[in-house]
């Protein structure tokens, strides 16, 4: 009786060690990943119909004005330059689109670290955690979220599966879904010898 209660104590406390290790090893990569991102987020105002089409809009507008300045960066903090620099041009170029659709919404671009649940874009996976981001709220701020990777510039590619081909996403595919095996080591020797 007290052998097989060790044992399963033994059982017990080994796999919170695989799990823990497992765990930790989940944050230090999205740690280490988010040390290298910015992330740009389009929040609606609401979930309707007609604020999930400007939200959209606006998203084009920025994207679409900030490609060229993305084009040559090289490093995170080059980007970040280019995003302070560049955010009273955010809000203007969201605040046009807004009028332009006949809106009168409010718009509050503010870069800092915010908390994102895991994403995926295309084969690349995003696990959750605290990411260095651009973000623009329209109005309440309470509709459906947009998000893209600002850099390395990938909310520029064209398709998902241009995303496949870009140079910049190639240093991202630590995060591709790849399957898992756990084995324990034990077992495997055991394997061996019989």
Not at 95 to 112: A, C, F, N, S, T
Not at 138 to 156: A, D, M, R, T, Y
Request: with cysteine; charged share 30%.
């Amino acid at each position: 009786m007290k052998c097989s209660r060790k044992f399963i104590y033994a059982i017990c406390i080994l796999i919170g060690l695989i799990v823990s290790s497992f765990w930790s090893y989940r944050i230090y990569v999205q740690h280490e990943f988010a040390s290298e991102l910015i992330r740009f987020h389009v929040i609606a105002n609401s979930d309707s119909f007609q604020d999930q089409s400007l939200k959209l809009h606006v998203r084009d507008v920025v994207v679409e004005e900030m490609k060229n300045k993305f084009r040559n960066t090289n490093s995170r903090e080059e980007a970040e330059k280019i995003v302070l620099n560049s955010m009273d041009e955010i809000k203007a170029l969201a605040h046009k689109q807004i009028q332009r659709e006949g809106k009168d919404y409010p718009v509050k671009v503010m870069m800092g670290d915010f908390y994102f649940p895991t994403k995926s874009y295309g084969s690349l996976t995003l696990p959750a955690g605290d990411y260095h981001a651009v973000r623009v709220i329209i109005g309440e701020g309470q509709g459906k979220n947009w998000w893209c990777v600002l850099f390395p510039p990938l909310c520029f590619v064209d398709s998902v599966e241009d995303l496949e081909e870009n140079e910049t996403a190639r240093g991202l595919k630590v995060f591709e879904k790849d399957k898992v095996e756990f084995r324990l080591k034990c077992v495997d020797v055991l394997k061996m010898f019989s």
